[in-house]
């Protein structure tokens, strides 16, 4: 059911350096396993690199950003403005991901994958990928055409082959679009089987009456595709109840596996393009560095899905790709330990009889 023309060619890491790579870090001038998830961090990222000497080179942030018509409906707290009203607030550098992709070196773009709104032409640090002003209301009809999504899907790894031309090698991926926790509910309930009321949450802060009515849209939607014949192909749930910033993001997850990069995923939204993108080639989580384990209802799963252990546990549920530029400084940790620490034998230190 691959609509899109481009084929992905990603491939897990060729394990030949797995050995070499776990010696370099149990001869460090520590007790065995010690430093614990920076260790299978610093392997992961040895192995997508294929070295022993892995480097993080010009990180960037890119925040997909997109509206949705079920947001009108009601399964948001806020207004859909606020979608562009953030996005002004990227573009002007105030938000939370501005403040911590400053403080760790990140580049940050915004991607118009589907905005309702005009930003007027060029602006400094948009890129403009607008498919149209928002998807449809997938309560009533499919969020988005085939051709739509593969579009989506295009243009996404479009942005990352021109990010990796740059001497980008690792990516943090963030989003913004009101309604996009109830799209990435609805694909995380087709692609792990965990009943739809454990995947919906309160999103930006709805009260007990707006959380049943959003969990009564959602089952209305499933109940519709259901009915329909809908079936739980990961390309197939993505046009039907994604977000374009969501299937933007797949491309994107997609070509940045293809080209070797280290993908930083933020929580429960990217969590779901992450869950989909590696359902369409498994091989993609080999390259995932998972940043954080969210507040928002479900993710625990995705998790869990995906074989993933997270590095941080704050209660984030803010997105924006905050748990990914907060993580940032932990990955470099696992790089540093694994190129700077001393060794056993270069310290003079006695190993353990």
Sequence with gaps: MHSFDHQFNIAAPNRDIDTALQHKIDRKTKPLGALGLLEKTAKKIGLIQQTLTPSLNNPQMLVFAGDHGAAKAGVSAYPQDVTWQMVENFLAGGAAINVFARQNGFGLSVVDAGVAHDFGGEREGLIDLKIAPGTANYIEQPAMTVAQCAQAIEQGAGIVLGLAAAGC?????????????????????????????????????????????KQDLLEQALLRYRNGGGDNDPFAVLAEFGGFEIATMVGAMLAAAEAKMVLLIDGFIVGSAALVASRLAQALLDY??????????????????????PLLDLGLRLGEGTGAALAYPLVQAAVNFLNEMASFESAGVSDKE
């Design 169 to 213: 090698n690792v990516v943090g991926f963030g989003e913004m679009g009101i309604g996009n926790t109830a799209s990435a509910s609805l694909l995380t309930h087709c692609l792990t089987g965990l009943p739809l009321a454990e995947c919906v949450g309160r999103g930006t802060g709805l009260d007990d009456a707006g959380l049943a009515r």
């Design 288 to 309: 995932c560095v998972f940043c954080h384990r969210s507040a928002e209802a479900g993710h625990r799963t995705q998790l869990l899905a995906m074989g993933a252990e």
